[in-house]
């Protein structure tokens, strides 16, 4: 069992920077590919990012790419998403995922694919 608490989330003006971070407690956080959805109000779940368990490969939805770093510390069992140039489309809940993963390559893109969810933080991008 995997618990995972997100943090980092508020009000931001339009190109600004936020990092959000999701702390993860119970077995073996360094088994896990991690990684970062969104969704905005009456829309659905969307990838954002994704990091596989040791942090060797990362990717990226294409509305992110080049604004938005997915990183992680296993000796902290966190990991981060840093978020640049922050857009007004960018507001949603952001929620981070754990998959438990085999190898080191995997990264998980697709949310039913995740075994464990935090509860979201609220990002807001004013224009």
Not at 89 to 114: H, K
Request: glycine share 12%.
């Amino acid at each position: 069992q995997v618990q995972l608490v997100e943090s980092g989330g508020g009000l931001v003006q339009a190109g600004g920077s936020l990092r959000l971070s999701c702390a993860a407690s119970g077995r073996a956080f360094s088994s896990h590919a991690m990684g970062w959805f969104r969704q905005a109000q009456g829309k659905e779940r969307e990838f954002v990012a994704a990091i596989s368990r040791n942090g060797g490969r990362a990717l990226y939805s294409d509305s992110v790419k080049g604004r938005f770093t997915i990183s992680r510390d296993n000796a902290k069992n966190t990991v981060y998403l840093q978020m640049n140039s922050l857009k007004p489309e960018d507001t949603a809940v952001y929620s981070c995922g754990a998959d438990r993963t085999f190898n080191d390559i995997d990264v998980v893109t697709t949310s039913t694919q995740y075994d464990y969810w935090g509860q979201g933080t609220q990002v807001t991008v004013s224009s």
